[in-house]
């Protein structure tokens, strides 16, 4: 069994848990801070960012707590999770669901009856199952292409110099509503070497752009974290997925949610 080795998890555990109303409240203004300090160092308007607060592994009186402060769109990363929290909060006429995690084609039934949002986009079968189940549904869906712009072979995501040719056959299923591109950046102490991953997903896109198929726009980059939004945001972020600094640290360790970085090295003789 491969160990998983800690991630920047540890980097930003420490964030208390929110357990009221107000800690939501305090919480989210700081974090609107921080996405206000970072967009006036680079002159960018801060209405060009959306937060999306990502709610995993919190129980649903946690989320409800975090809509009472005002939130109306949370980020899942697991599908099974996110439709248990849909089920169960039906009440909220008004909340959206954003599946930000990996998906297999037998989960794209699930998301195609409740997410207003896809962002892990990465396969021609998963578009095609989602497609399919969504056209049952009358349903569309809004999609982020996930570029895997760190080189680890523990993340998902397409390899770059793929992107190109998936998004031309994205126009083939009329249900998926291409929005944009989605990274998740190398978890690492050195900014310089995060702030890489932004910057090449945002030269992907402007090259994605010049011979896009018509129809598709690509002009959302979600991009960002709690412990590098303000680097994502510098680099041209226009939506930032911000769990821990809302919601609290997670007890579960992050390989949970992505395959342990050192999987591959873990498994060759040491
Ligand atoms: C969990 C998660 C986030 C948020 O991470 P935090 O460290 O809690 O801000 C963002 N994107 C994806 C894909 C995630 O799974």
């Given at each position: 069994m491969p160990v998983s080795t800690p991630t920047?998890?540890?980097?930003?555990?420490?964030?208390?848990?929110?357990?009221?109303v107000a800690d939501f409240e305090h919480n989210l203004v700081a974090v609107r801070a921080r996405i206000a300090t970072a967009c006036r160092r680079v002159g960018?308007?801060?209405?060009e960012v959306r937060l999306l607060p990502v709610s995993k592994t919190k129980p649903e009186a946690c989320l409800r707590l975090a809509y009472a402060a005002g939130c109306r769109l949370f980020g899942e990363n697991k599908v099974q999770e996110a439709f248990g929290k849909w089920e169960a909060m039906?009440?909220?006429?008004?909340l959206h669901w954003s599946v930000i995690g990996h998906l297999q084609t037998n989960k794209a039934k699930l998301v195609a009856r409740f997410?207003?949002?896809?962002?892990?986009l990465d396969s021609l079968r998963v578009a095609e199952a989602l497609d399919q189940r969504l056209q049952a549904e009358g349903r569309a869906l809004d999609v982020f292409v996930q570029i895997?712009?760190?080189?680890?072979?523990?993340k998902y995501g397409l390899a770059p110099e793929d992107a190109s040719t998936f998004i031309r056959q994205?126009?083939?299923?009329?249900a998926l509503r291409v929005r944009g591109l989605m990274t998740l950046a190398l978890f690492s102490a050195e900014a310089e070497r995060v702030r890489r991953c932004f910057v090449l997903l945002r030269d992907l896109r402007e090259r994605l752009r010049q011979n896009?198929?018509?129809?598709?726009?690509?002009?959302e980059l979600s991009m960002g974290m709690s412990g590098d939004f303000e680097i994502a945001i510098e680099e041209g972020a226009t939506v930032v997925r911000v769990g821990q600094a809302i919601f609290?640290?997670?007890?579960?360790?992050?390989s949970h949610y992505w395959p342990a970085t050192s999987s591959t090295d873990a498994a060759q003789p040491s």
């Open positions: 920047h998890h540890d980097r930003h555990g420490h964030y208390p848990q929110a357990s009221s960018r308007d801060p209405s039906q009440d909220l006429t008004d997410a207003r949002e896809f962002q892990a895997n712009t760190s080189g680890e072979a523990s994205l126009p083939a299923f009329s896009a198929p018509s129809g598709i726009a690509l002009d609290g640290a997670r007890l579960l360790s992050d």
